[in-house]
């Protein structure tokens, strides 16, 4: 061993050298932008900050969150889901007349909802599996496809007369607290789908496929079948998410969701799991979301239009990408 190499060996690697390499630090990133976040919320107006209406406001982003806690897995094994917020809308609508005007009682109609959801997204995974054809191409169609029959199905008609049991999901608490439902219901389903990705075979899995499918291939992993079992899961809780909108709104249209797959996308990129596979963590995408949802919250306070409002969304969403990349780059460019 050359002497003259050994106090490069035995050196310690620099702070920002740590935080690059730090399995974590992209999660790091949302949280402190989050942080920032409430802190601007704050001077902007007095309302931001009271506990009670930071919890109501998280209705307004728990079905984009569900969505996005679905897409986690999607992205992570390599692929994208654009055709969510158009399923979300079919679903409503379908369990919504099956319930109405289908004769079937309400929970019945939910569930064939939920089922239909599940049957979109598989019809997806079997596209991308089967045929081989780039999910971005596949989503990009369904998109337009699940949202046009939803369009043809009830036109600019609204369904409505939902029962009682079924509406107001929002206004719901836990007991006497604050707390609402659904975002009991949301923290339940991240501690599960977080399990899932990081403590069992098929989160595994997943993250090999996204890392190296073929690779995943030749070790014997059953890549056809996780990428459709990943693209039902996604329409299913696209499915779900749908029912909880018609529920919240107390109606179901054809133009349901319309550009929530971006939040959603956002959330998944902005809380640190790679657009190219292989990486990504639930807890990033939680955080993630909720500093989506506390932006908007906040810009709706300060009287921000909904298209500027996109502006803020998309930029994150570059910030997200870039950011890393560069820092990156500034890495390898010094060794």
């Known amino acids: 061993m050359n002497p003259s190499s050994a106090p490069l060996a035995s050196a310690k690697p620099s702070f920002g050298t740590r935080f690059i390499e730090h399995p974590l630090q992209r999660e790091f990133v949302a949280l402190v932008l989050l942080f920032i976040a409430f802190i601007v ?61 289908g004769g079937l009682p309400f929970g019945v109609a939910c569930i064939c909802g939920l089922g239909l959801g599940a049957l979109l997204g598989a019809f997806n995974g079997v596209l991308v599996a089967y045929t081989k054809l780039p999910s971005l191409s596949v989503t990009l169609g369904t998109f337009a496809l699940y949202r046009g029959l939803a369009q043809v199905l009830f036109g600019d008609q609204s369904v409505t007369g939902f029962p009682d049991w079924f509406t107001g999901i929002d206004t719901r608490h836990l007991g006497p607290t604050p707390i609402p439902l659904t975002l009991v219901l949301f923290a339940i389903a991240a501690v599960g789908f ?75 990129v902005l809380g640190g799991t790679s657009i190219f596979g292989g990486r990504g963590t639930i807890l990033g995408t939680v955080i993630a979301m909720f500093l989506i949802g506390v932006l908007r919250t906040g810009m709706g306070l300060a009287n921000i239009k909904v298209e500027n409002q996109l502006v803020v969304i998309g930029g994150l969403l570059l910030f997200s990408v870039l950011v890393p990349n560069l820092l990156g780059r500034g890495r390898f460019s010094r060794t």
């Open 41 to 101: 919320g704050s001077l902007l107006s007095n309302k931001f900050l009271d506990l009670g209406y930071q919890l109501d406001a998280t209705s307004l982003w728990i079905e984009t969150g569900f969505i996005a806690l679905a897409l986690t897995f999607i992205i992570v094994s390599g692929q994208i889901d654009l055709s969510v917020a158009s399923t979300l809308a079919l679903v409503a609508g379908v369990t919504g007349i099956l319930g109405t005007r």
């Open 194 to 268: 977080g399990f899932v990705l990081h403590r069992t075979i098929l989160g595994r899995w997943t993250v090999s496929i996204g890392l190296n499918e073929a690779a995943s291939r030749y070790s014997g992993i059953a890549v056809p079948r996780i990428q459709v079992l990943l693209f039902t899961m996604s329409g299913l809780v696209a499915g779900f998410a749908g029912l909880l909108m018609s529920s919240r709104l107390t109606v179901a249209r054809y133009d349901m969701g319309l550009g929530l797959e971006l939040d959603a996308i956002t959330a998944v």
